[in-house]
């Protein structure tokens, strides 16, 4: 993944309500908040989406569901950084290795997201009444702030250190409800130029985004080339 698409992490999150039959499954929308992969509605048995940029694949996902709509497996290489994950569900976790080394995300009584321990650094998550991420804490302190509109539709993050925003992400959408990842995030950084990145998607008539394009801006002074992405997202359902 480039460095355009790692700034996104924790950004890229859409409206996740606990009803799987139209709506995100609560551990596949927070997980694609933190993993930054496109979230898809309804009860979903697997998941394959693949980012295409500058002609060379970015990043492979893979998630498998059971009919509990618990995530079962989940697996991301993004072949340019040489990066791999690779996790499995046992019992209340998902376990396995990212690049070689331990990580695990465990999950509460509901399969939903609890905590993060990559190799032993430990990120601890709040949710809303909604099922989705609230806060984001890293050894006891607040690193990030997530914020909803009345429909569920995140429309703001903000990014935070020893209680000071370092960054903050506004997010507008064309029709949340027909073209749910239809959108323009503007980023706003204290200590550098941000960025506004805008995608628009192919949808299928269950709304899957099966092709979008993803066009990220730096706002530097002066303007660079945009990074121009592809993605790709195929779904089986139960």
Sequence with gaps: MSKVLAILVGALCFSGIANANNNYIPILYNLSTILDFNPVKGPIKSLDEHVVANGKE??????????????????????????????????????????????????????NLHTVNDNGDKMEYTLNSNGMIKDTFFLGSKVSEHFYDKESNFVRSVFLFEDKV?????????????????????????????????????????????????????????????????????????
Excluded: W
């Design 58 to 111: 970015i990043q492979e996902i893979k998630l498998n569901f059971d009919n509990g709509f618990c995530v079962e497996n989940l697996t991301i290489n993004r072949p340019t950084e040489g990066y791999s994950l690779e996790l499995k569900l046992k019992g209340s976790v998902l376990e396995g290795q990212k690049n070689g080394k331990p990580f695990s995300i465990e999950l509460s009584k509901d399969c």
């Design 166 to 238: 370092l960054s903050k992400n506004e997010v507008t959408y064309a029709d949340s409800h027909e073209r749910p990842l239809d959108y323009k995030i503007t980023n706003s950084s204290g200590n550098s130029g941000g960025f506004i990145a805008t995608n628009s998607c192919e949808y299928s008539e269950q709304l899957v985004p099966k092709l979008c394009q993803l066009t990220v801006q730096k706002t530097d002074s002066p303007p660079s080339k945009p990074t121009e992405m592809t993605v790709s997202t195929k779904v089986e359902f139960y």
